[in-house]
């Protein structure tokens, strides 16, 4: 029995919340059924203004399911995903999972060079991308073999034309009436995957321990590793979340959906808890406040869940504009530090409290939490979320841990924590140690309430925008252009949080830095948030004996001239 002996933060969870959660023993396609069930005519989506109901959906659902299992899709296959957050991402996900496949997630915006690794690795043969992303898979080379691509057209999801009209300029209007009639050549269109009939109500679901969701996350090495997610994972960190968010109330939440849903949080919280929840999730393409707060007005946001940044602007808005935010009762940021300028400024404007929590791909993702009541301090990352443990170890010794107060690696378990890395066994034993403990990387300090604080990361990834990007993976972009002998990436802290990136790099002799032409060069192998913000020339690279880029020196004698 869990008690403030063994697991003291527990005193300052908000009254009502359990140490520990009943965990699940079904799988995620039974979770959307009863949803369906229950919520039947309740929205579950809108777009653009346009609601779908937990009825249409469940109906989407199982009839795309019945698409992609004509074209050979089974148990266990992985299927691809490229998509940014609209109402086809929800129905692909949960067809893919009624079929007991597995959801591969991936960021829409990525070049074929950044897709590739990916594919290779998990060797999905359905890909349903945006068909702004089309190209990029169609532009692999023969070795990566891809069966089928369906194409995604966003604007079928939006209102009538007419309603249409008052989104877009008259140009981009036009443009989007003959897009509508359009087909991606060598594709089959979305709406062609769902012409059939619902899946048979007896064809197998996946059980609760079946592999549900690969997410690739970004690594110390540049090569991304797929996080293996189970359905038992995914439901269990959602229902972590409706413990923590007390008062939460069945179909009557409003969830805005900002972060993307191929990002691992964006996916727990609007496909699992806010389809869990049976709530009513908006969904954005992209964040832009002017959208937002004209969604406010017709449907005000409850769950309003994001990264500094967009809490700072949202807010400037919302004051600019004299537009309420007093809905938004359950506000949590993560990704990156959450400065308290930040917190102020959002509270002053919204209903409840800004909270700030952490996690990782690795723990569906999240792990720890700021409670939604008085006890919560600002400038840590929280305490451990309900039937989750944590210890702090030493940098060279996980087996022991290091006092209270003192620094080290932290570590956590629970039912949240994944199953390994896809096709990685040796990086999974290196992140996963007996007892199923999780090795988080970051460098934490605890204070004898459990409240803990980051005080450095192990890996040295760098957040930009609520995204990790790997050192690695830009410093061999900028190595492949012929003006370039070698270089060196690192953040930059920022004031509102998070950081920029900036490149160092050593040049061929008699070379002239020219900044935008390398970022030009990057824009055809990186996405845009990856490209460096400031690039800086130096004569030499500091190098370790055995000829490694000493990364940390670097940014040591760069940043002072920023």
Not at 144 to 171: C, G, M, W, Y
Not at 365 to 378: D, E, H, I, K, S
């Amino acid at each position: 029995m869990a008690t403030t002996e063994t697991r003291p933060w527990l005193k300052n969870y908000q009254p009502g919340v359990p140490a520990d959660i009943d965990l699940p023993t079904e799988s995620l396609v039974d979770m959307l059924e009863r949803s369906v069930a229950e919520a039947g005519d309740s929205p579950a989506t809108e777009f653009f203004g346009r609601r779908t109901s937990y009825r249409d959906l469940g109906d989407q659902v199982d009839r795309a399911a019945e698409g992609l299992r004509r074209l050979g899709v089974r148990s266990g296959d992985r299927v691809a995903l490229l998509l940014p957050n609209c109402p086809q991402h929800v129905v692909a996900f949960y067809a893919i999972l009624r079929l007991g496949a597995v959801v591969v997630e991936h960021n829409p915006l990525y070049t074929s060079r950044e897709l590739r690794h990916q594919f290779e690795d998990h060797q999905a043969r359905v890909v349903i991308a945006w068909d702004k992303s089309v190209a990029a898979i169609q532009n692999f080379p023969s070795d990566v073999e891809i069966d089928h691509i369906v194409s995604v057209n966003l604007l079928q999801a939006f209102p009538t034309f007419k309603r249409l009209a008052l989104h877009l300029p008259v140009k981009k209007l036009r443009e989007s009436r003959e897009a509508l009639t359009g087909k991606v050549a060598g594709t089959l269109a979305w709406k062609d995957l769902l012409a059939h009939d619902p899946i048979d109500p007896e064809h197998p679901k996946p059980a609760v321990g079946d592999l549900a969701a690969i997410q690739y996350t970004s690594g110390t090495t540049g090569r991304p590793k797929g996080v293996m997610l189970t359905h038992f994972n995914l439901y269990s960190n959602a229902l972590q979340g409706e413990a923590w968010m007390l008062g939460a109330e069945p179909r009557k939440e409003i969830f805005y959906a900002i972060l993307p849903m191929f990002h691992a949080f964006g996916m727990t919280l609007y496909l699992t808890y806010g389809v869990h929840k049976q709530a009513l999730i908006v969904l954005f393409p992209k964040f832009e406040p002017g959208l937002i707060l004209d969604a406010m007005k017709k449907s005000p946001a409850t769950v309003y869940c994001a990264v500094p940044p967009i809490y700072e602007r949202t807010a400037l808005a919302a004051k600019e504009r004299g537009i309420s935010l007093k809905s938004c009762k359950y506000c949590i940021s993560g990704a990156m530090n959450l400065p308290d300028s930040v917190v102020e400024l959002w509270e002053s404007v919204s209903g409840g409290l800004l909270v700030e929590g952490y996690g990782m791909t690795e723990s569906s993702p999240v792990a720890l939490g700021n409670p939604f009541y008085r006890t919560r301090r600002t400038g840590t990352i929280g305490v451990p979320f309900p039937s989750t443990l944590m210890k702090v170890v030493g940098l060279d010794d996980p087996a022991t841990e290091v006092p209270q107060g003192e620094p080290g690696e932290l570590l956590i378990s629970g039912p949240q924590v994944f199953q390994g890395y896809w096709n990685s066994p040796e990086e999974t034993a290196k992140a996963l140690l007996p007892g199923g403990w999780l090795r988080t990387g970051d460098i934490v300090t605890v204070d004898a309430d459990g409240f803990t604080t980051i005080v450095d990361r192990a890996k040295e990834l760098i957040i930009t925008g609520g995204f990790n990007v790997s050192p690695t993976e830009v410093e061999l972009a900028l190595r492949s252009h012929p003006d370039v002998v070698d270089a060196a990436v690192f953040g930059k802290p920022l004031e509102r949080g998070g950081e920029l990136v900036v490149a160092a790099v050593q040049l061929e002799p008699g070379v002239t830095l020219d900044e935008e032409a390398l970022r030009l060069h990057c824009r055809d192998l990186l996405a845009a948030y990856k490209i460096p913000k400031r690039i800086v020339q130096i004569d030499d690279m500091p190098r370790s004996m055995l000829g490694k880029i000493l990364r940390k020196q670097v940014r040591e004698q760069v940043l002072p001239s920023l």
